[in-house]
Nanobody
Framework: QVQLVESGGGLVQAGGSLRLSCAAS????????MGWYRQAPGKQRELVAT???????NYAHSVKGRFTLSRDNAKNTVYLPMHSLKPEDTAVYYC?????????WGQGTQVTVSS
């Protein structure tokens, strides 16, 4: 069993920055990859960024160059610094981890970008 706790969401002006954090606990030895998804009002859930074992990352085209996913293995935590935020980045952001047989989701953290 893996538990994920997200933090760092909030309200920010366009052009500003936020940093999301996701701390994993439980059966962390089983985690193969971690990352973030988001769901905006009226939109489908979409992948934002993931990081796999070995450190390789994947980003949505819309965030590449603005968001940077990183991990701290000692703390079992992934971070998503977000820069140059746009109103269209407004969404609930969900931490995700993938294991051999299942996926785990955090409960979400709201990011609101005002114009």
């Amino acid at each position: 069993q893996v538990q994920l706790v997200e933090s760092g969401g909030g309200l920010v002006q366009a052009g500003g920055s936020l940093r999301l954090s996701c701390a994993a606990s439980g059966s962390i030895f089983s985690i193969n990859a971690m990352g973030w998804y988001r769901q905006a009002p009226g939109k489908q859930r979409e992948l934002v960024a993931t990081i796999a074992s070995g450190g390789s990352t994947n980003y949505a085209h819309s965030v590449k160059g603005r968001f940077t996913l990183s991990r701290d293995n000692a703390k079992n935590t992934v971070y998503l610094p977000m820069h140059s935020l746009k109103p269209e980045d407004t969404a609930v952001y969900y931490c995700w981890c993938g294991a051999s047989y299942s996926s785990t989701w955090g409960q979400g953290t709201q990011v609101t970008v005002s114009s």
